[in-house]
């Protein structure tokens, strides 16, 4: 027996089975390659779900960890602060671009990130109303839940949700809603559901992650600012998977050049390490009283060093730039493979800078979703060694999200393997 199947009978055996988990069993990573324990590489087209942005183990991102574990491991930000903390804050207030003077905090993961969002919401406007929209993730505590627009596997058997939470349509180029029924959609909600001037916040991915990387056109951000403004409601962006130069700019709402009023960052914050942050308008976000915000592990001393390391790794090795020529080639390798006579069954290519993804239908025609497709690729793509992800609401869209670090030979590598994977699913009967 396998030293993975061992680990897997284990696994079975200790481990929550409602944590669904792929048979990859790391063993040491670096960079953009992975190394499971029975010694098999792989290429990681999933960086921990767009976590490891600089990498696995970066250099100046271990550096920084290592040199703050000489110093202190956690002292509570409540009880005893720190200057790195600070530090970060500033350069986060620096580079999200509200208009205003900002303010930051810091917790831990995403979904704490955005509940802390909705409370500055609600205590700056003294509205309880959410709008989220269909399709969307934002976490999987009970707000994170009632927030996000997927039910399965996310929100199936959990509730009750918490109340005034609602969802309008996301637009959708390649199946619909188009932006102009998006926009109806969300005006029926104000006639049929809740009075705008009960609403706090619009809570938005100006790139959706779970629900399929559709991409939010600067036509539909703008009219969202509009109708924002016009009913004096927040206008609150997930950053969470597109943030830190996944989509070729620091955070993807820059791409429109709608400004929000807050904005929720994680996953590539901190190179691996457990961090989240809101960082928003100061008059917003200094309207909640003393002790109101905060968290026992809220900023780790040891997350906040890696997230400074980690923005300056962003900047010193131009990863932005960087993002966009991966994206490039690799949304030009997948419309080369989906343009190949008997590939009719990639439906869509689409996304924004490095975060690109590809759908798979029955056909062209009917657009019907193909998800046992869908896990033939990705399983395919596993025994080749390219690590993929799926996504999407109809669980038929492949992911890829590779470390913005990434080799040139490297990522060429991976696409090579992907395309054969690609092949030979679509020739399974």
Not at 205 to 214: A, M, T
Request: with cysteine; proline share 4%.
């Amino acid at each position: 027996m396998t030293a993975s199947a061992q680990l897997l009978q284990r696994q079975k055996a200790a481990v929550a089975g409602g944590i669904a988990t792929r048979a990859i069993f790391a063993q040491s990573a670096k960079n953009a390659e992975l190394w499971d324990v029975d010694g098999k590489r792989y290429i990681d087209l999933a960086a921990g779900i767009a976590v490891n942005n600089t990498g696995h183990r970066h250099p100046k991102v271990m550096q920084a960890v290592l040199a703050q574990t000489e110093r202190f491991t956690h002292t509570c930000f409540n009880v005893a602060p720190f200057e790195d903390y600070i530090r970060l804050a500033e350069r986060l207030n620096a580079l999200v671009p509200t208009g205003a003077e900002n303010r930051t905090m810091l917790v831990t993961t995403g979904a704490e990130a955005v509940e802390n969002a909705v409370k500055i919401a609600r205590a700056a406007t003294k509205r309880p109303g959410v709008i989220a929209f269909s399709g969307a993730f934002h976490g999987r505590t009970m707000l994170g839940m009632a927030l996000t627009g997927k039910v399965q596997p996310y929100k199936k058997s959990f509730g009750p949700f918490p109340s005034d939470i609602f969802h309008a349509a996301f637009p959708n180029a390649y199946t619909g809603p188009s932006v102009e029924e998006a926009i109806a959609s969300l005006e029926r909600l104000f006639a049929s559901d809740i009075d705008p001037e009960r609403v706090a916040a619009f809570l938005i991915e100006p790139v959706q992650g779970e629900g399929g990387f559709n991409v939010a056109s600067r036509d539909f951000l703008v009219k969202l600012r509009e109708i924002a403004d016009r009913h004096r409601i927040l206008l609150i962006v997930d950053e969470i998977q597109t943030g830190m130069a996944r989509t070729g700019r620091m955070l993807a709402i820059e791409h429109s050049g709608v400004r929000p009023d807050l904005v929720t960052m994680a996953k590539g914050l901190a190179g691996g390490f457990p961090l989240s942050a809101v960082t928003g308008r100061a008059e917003l976000v200094d309207t909640v009283h003393a002790g109101g915000l905060g968290g026992t592990f809220a900023g780790n001393p040891l997350a906040v060093a890696a997230a400074n390391a980690v923005l300056d790794v962003l900047e010193e090795e131009q990863l932005c730039a960087r993002a966009t020529v991966i994206g490039d080639k690799i949304t030009e390798r997948l419309r080369t493979i989906a343009a190949r006579q008997g590939n009719e069954r990639i439906g869509d290519v689409r996304g924004l800078g490095a975060m690109v993804a590809f759908e798979l239908v029955e056909d062209r025609a009917s657009k019907a979703a193909a998800p046992q497709l869908t896990n033939a690729v990705i399983a395919e793509a596993e025994k080749r060694g390219v690590i993929v992800l799926p996504c999407g609401t109809r669980a038929n869209v492949v992911r890829l999200l590779p470390p913005l670090t990434i080799e040139d030979d490297t990522l060429t590598e991976a696409l090579d393997l992907l395309e054969a994977a690609i092949e030979a699913a679509l020739s399974q009967p």
